[in-house]
């Protein structure tokens, strides 16, 4: 259902350059023939065997699930046209609320060239690419010369004459496609005497509403109206006394007319070829109020998200669901009385060297893949089906804080040099929207002062929320006069900025970087020197959730001096470089787990285990150990005495994601399983 509405939407984007079979058709009779099929087999579409009538004798017709074939009736056993099945789907999905079917996105023009241009298409016997988005009229009309079948219902509503109720055949309802006109034949079917005096509800003279089929239809009208207002702000308790009214004279005068307060015969609900499940029309309308109120209630309504990587895609899915996205996480918003139980992130393991994923993982808040929203769109559409139904149970309402749902889909906070594994966000935390803390439960950073030196300003104030989210207090860098007199523990710099990546020391840092070698050359004590950190320290920190001392590892203290830099057999030791790929510069770092090889139908696996510029060649070198594969998801490490392969940077082909096997098997049903790149470390 979902799916078809967006084939819809996506056809109805590119405008005129869409082409109906390409574009559309053949995309919705998969999903209805092929994938439908094959959950449920009795609900797939099939061919069947026409009966040479129309369409120039095509030997094929389309026929809907329970079907009674081409000797039933067209519109409802059979389709003669492609054109036709598209007209039948559109109908049914016309009847969703447009919170399910994404339609709100498009302009009603849109929808009402793609109705005149399908109709014409179908009354006329051309396709629908041939067709004019004008309605036809008798003086132009091009055509197939094919055979008409004069059993095809208009899709375009024309007035006829006036027939009178008692004239409806039993099974009328049949014929029907259409919300507003089964209503008023579903009326028509129950009425055993004259039509009485229609009684009017009129709300400000704008609008009046009868006990008669086009109070019917006046009713759905009002209720699809009412909750686009409740969408832009207007007050709920207000809007629920005007539907509560308007819904009670109706039914009051359907109850003088003979028929109870639940409109709707039972055995309608059955009839419904492309989803399986009944319309708004085709139910009762104490169960269809439940819609209502349960659309004011959605699963993510008063929650905030911020995410890293998504399309747009996803975030309509969030707005669908009753969520917010934020463009950006910064100032008071990093309170913890702003984001606890209400901020969210969204985002995928590629991702995970953004400033936003970084964020993240200082505040804490749960972090989630991309597919979470999906399954729990999914979900809250089975409910609101079971809500249809009568069988409602709040235990089962589909919300933002199951913890199944959130171990499935939790992200890794990122790589832990330390193990070579990524480290997943742990349900203990995200619960409690808990940041990093050190032993004595401070966050990792109190007590630290640091400075940051970058050369972009707008990525340095990125990372100061990062290290200030973290507890550290900022200096500041504008006044360098009274630079020696502040207490700074360190300055944080990005070595791949700095020489021996580039020529010179960028301008924006070289002043403050000279300002504190001066400084620490003055101090004696070494004691006292300010320490130039890199940022993979502020990573790893975060990371692995501790403060991790700063010479645990080489790649912490880049050497800013050149004269000090050792440069052995002519190598220069680096611990990161960017290579360029067809979607822009890629970081690779010593430790990272990456696809690498000539050929990509045939990558290799490995670990980055060093990185150096041979001054010689003047090109850089990646030391890579082999991962073997095993079972197509496993990686093993062959150990210490493995030998180490020599690559050029050309033959990196991307980064993969190396989980530890509990972990593995948490997230594969909610997102590992999708991609090609995630692996089970094996052990020895």
């Known amino acids: 259902m979902i799916k078809c509405a967006h084939f819809v939407s996506k056809f109805l984007s590119k405008g005129s350059n869409a082409l109906l079979m390409r574009d559309l058709f053949a995309h919705l ?32 017709w389309f026929a809907p699930p329970n079907s009674a074939g081409s000797g039933g009736l067209f519109g409802k056993d059979y389709f003669t046209t492609e054109e036709a099945v598209v007209a039948h789907v559109f109908r049914e999905l016309k009847q969703l609320d447009h919170s399910i079917t994404g339609f709100g996105d498009h302009e009603q023009c849109a929808f009402d060239a793609f109705e005149i241009k399908l109709s014409r298409a179908i009354e006329d016997h051309m396709s629908f690419d041939e067709a004019s988005n004008t309605p036809p009229s008798n003086s132009s009309r091009r055509s197939r010369k094919r055979k008409a079948d004069v059993s095809i219902p208009p899709l375009i509503t024309r007035k006829t004459k006036n027939i009178k109720k008692t004239e409806y055949k039993s099974n009328c309802f049949e014929y029907s496609q259409n919300t507003m006109k089964g209503a008023e034949i579903l009326l028509g079917m129950t009425k055993a005497t004259p039509t009485p005096e229609p009684i009017s509800y009129s709300k400000n003279g704008s609008r009046t ?26 007050k709920s308790k207000v809007l629920s006394f005007e539907k509560t009214i308007t819904e009670e004279v109706i039914i009051e005068k359907a109850a003088v007319a003979g028929k109870g307060p639940n409109l709707v015969p039972s055995k309608i609900m059955s009839e419904c070829h492309l989803t399986q499940s009944p319309s708004i029309v085709r139910r009762g309308y104490k169960v269809a109020s439940k819609v209502v109120a349960h659309d004011r209630e959605r699963p993510l309504d008063g929650l905030h998200f911020f995410a890293s990587g998504i399309i747009d895609d996803t975030s309509k899915v969030i707005s669908r669901l009753g969520g917010k996205l934020l463009n950006n996480v910064k100032g008071t918003a990093l309170k913890e ?76 906070l990122g790589l832990s040099i330390k193990t070579g594994i990524f480290v997943m966000q742990r349900a203990r935390d995200a619960k409690k929207w808990s940041r990093p803390r050190s032993e004595n439960s401070g966050l990792i950073f109190d007590g630290l002062t ?31 006069q009274k630079f020696d007199a502040l207490k700074i523990d360190m300055v944080l710099v990005d070595s791949i900025c700095l020489p021996p990546h580039v020529t010179a020391v960028p301008a924006r840092p070289a002043k403050f970087l000279n300002c504190i070698t001066r400084l620490n050359k003055e101090r004696a004590a070494t004691e006292d020197a300010i320490p130039i950190v890199d940022l993979s320290w502020v990573s790893q920190c975060i990371v692995r959730r501790t403060r991790v001392s700063i010479d645990s590892n080489g790649r912490y203290r880049p050497i800013v ?27 690779y770092e010593v430790g990272d787990s990456i696809n690498f090889g000539t050929n990509k139908a045939k990558s290799s696996t490995g670990r980055i285990m060093s990185i150096y510029h041979d001054a010689r060649t003047k090109k850089n070198v990646i030391e890579v150990k082999v991962l073997e594969l095993h079972n197509q998801f496993e990686l093993m490490d062959g150990g210490k005495n493995v030998s180490l392969l020599k690559l050029d940077e050309n033959e990196l ?30 052990k020895v």
């Open 653 to 682: 082909q991307g980064h993969i994601i190396l989980l530890g096997g509990n972990d593995f098997m948490d997230v594969y049903d909610g997102w590992a399983r999708d991609s090609s790149i995630v692996f089970m470390q094996k």
């Open 561 to 587: 001096d050149s004269s000090t830099r050792s440069t052995v057999d002519k190598k220069i030791v680096l611990f990161s470089i960017k290579v360029k790929s067809p979607t822009g510069l890629v970081r």
């Open 209 to 234: 509403f009868t006990a008669t089929a086009h109070g019917i239809e006046a009713l759905i009208q009002f209720r699809s109206d009412t909750i686009e207002r409740q969408r832009k702000g207007a």
């Open 337 to 412: 009385s702003s984001i606890n139980r209400k901020l969210f992130f969204i985002s995928d393991p590629k991702f995970r060297r953004t400033h936003k994923y970084t964020l993240a993982c200082a505040l804490g808040v749960p972090m989630l893949h991309f597919n979470w929203l999906f399954d729990l769109e999914k979900s809250w559409l089975d409910y609101k089906r079971c809500c249809i139904d009568g069988i409602e149970n709040e235990e089962k309402r589909p919300g933002a804080f199951d913890a199944r749902r959130y171990s499935s889909f939790r992200l890794p």
């Open 29 to 60: 009779w998969k999903c209805i023939k092929v994938e439908q099929g094959n959950e449920v087999e009795s609900l797939g579409w099939n061919y069947i065997k026409s009966r040479g009538a129309g369409n120039l004798g095509r030997s094929d």
């Open 450 to 480: 640091i400075a940051v030196a970058l050369e972009n300003s707008e990525v340095e104030k990125k990372w100061i929320d990062i290290i200030s989210t973290a507890g550290a207090k900022i200096a500041s860098l504008a006044n360098l």
